[in-house]
């Protein structure tokens, strides 16, 4: 059984870090690119970063380049996600997804073919 389970999440004043994890089972990092996306209910998801199979390329969206890091660790079969100086519009419910091999895009093709965690919440205040 594929699993995806993301922890982490919390309430953080703006300009503060949170460290997202997703522990993931089932297929392995070799085979699967993982990705990072957030949604706000009412709104269009949002793909914030991805990562490859071979972990040579890594994607973001624009509003967190220079703040967000993803990163894996093989060995412990964890997707992380580093949220640094947080702000207001950060606010979301953050979900971490795998989609087999790598399309070189951090969206659509996750959405048609991921496998998806339940979310983790992340709250940015004023």
């Known amino acids: 059984q594929v699993q995806l389970v993301e922890s982490g999440g919390g309430s953080v004043q703006a300009g503060g870090s949170l460290k997202l994890s997703c522990t993931v089972s089932?297929?392995?990092?070799?085979?699967?690119?993982g990705g990072w996306f957030r949604h706000i209910p009412g709104k269009e998801r949002e793909g914030v970063a991805c990562?490859?199979?071979?972990?040579?390329?890594?994607l973001y969206t624009d509003s967190v380049k220079g703040r967000f890091t993803l990163s894996r660790d093989i060995a412990k079969n964890t997707l992380y996600l580093e949220m640094n100086n947080l702000k207001p519009e950060d606010t979301a419910r953050y979900y971490c997804?795998?989609?087999?091999?790598?399309?070189?895009?951090?969206?659509?093709?996750?959405?048609?073919?991921?496998?998806w965690g339940q979310g983790t919440p992340v709250t940015v205040s004023s």
């Open positions: 997804a795998a989609a087999p091999r790598w399309r070189e895009q951090c969206g659509g093709y996750y959405y048609i073919n991921g496998y």
């Open positions: 089932g297929i392995s990092f070799e085979d699967y690119s």
């Open positions: 990562i490859s199979n071979s972990g040579e390329t890594i």
